[in-house]
């Protein structure tokens, strides 16, 4: 039988007609080679769409990352706004003892050219602390100082004030020793703008422990009882293993 230069594929019915495709060989030859490649383009494109797809993923966390950086300094900016108009406001409570502060602490008082605020702050000026010395209701003093062991990197720390009376805390925590373990709690207290303390309850509860290697993004939700208000409030942040290894205070954003 000699070869030809077509093919004939002969399909045949058992008592039917017969029906004859032809079909040249370099065109089966093409069809046979394309079959035999689905396996490896299929699996080209599935490995693309993955690398396709965890870009996807990195990108949103950076957007969101970012959403929440830019939502925290419009929101500290419009806080040093107000603060700054009402400095600037004669007959404001607590705006002499606010001028003070910020004269101990080494900042500008806006409304410092008040004789009455001038001179009580240097009348104070020998008890109080150097320049740089944060607020008395911040860390850094006797009665609350900060802690930072350097054992556990905590940043981009965030609270927000959610609808129902909710705290939403965020924060990064970073392993400096990437060769060792890192496991322990995350802990908040919130502090109201009359003084009184809570000691806030996550849901769920153990989603304040970790255990890191390197990093990780913790969100936590407090619902905090009515009777506490979270307008000006303050949020005592502790990160503890078998100690304490980091405590800092950060403001309540609406």
Known sequence: MRYREQLSIILMRDNGPR????????????????????????????????????ENVTLRVNMQRFETDCQTAQATAERLENFEELLREEGVPGRDLLLRRLARAGGDAPAAEGGPAGAAGAETSPGAP????????????????AVDTGRV?????????????????????????????????????????????????????????????????????????????????QVILEVRDTGLLYRNIFAVER
């Open 153 to 233: 990197k905590v940043t981009n720390v965030q609270a927000r004030a959610l609808r129902g009376n909710a705290l939403r805390i965020g924060l990064d925590l970073r392993n400096p020793e990437s060769q060792k373990l890192l496991a322990g709690t995350v802990s908040a207290t919130l502090v109201t703008a009359s003084g009184q303390k809570h000691q806030l309850i996550f849901d769920p509860e153990d989603v304040g422990n970790f255990r890191i290697s390197r990093f990780k993004r913790a969100v936590m939700i407090s619902r905090v009882p009515e009777q506490y208000s979270l307008v000006n409030a």
């Open 19 to 54: 029906r004859s495709f032809r079909l040249r060989r370099s065109r089966f030859f093409a069809l046979v080679v394309f079959f035999a490649s689905m396996p490896a383009l299929c699996a080209l494109l599935a490995w693309q769409c993955w690398l396709l797809w965890d």
């Open 130 to 145: 150097n320049a740089g010395t944060p607020l008395a209701e911040g860390p850094g003093h006797e009665e609350f100082p």
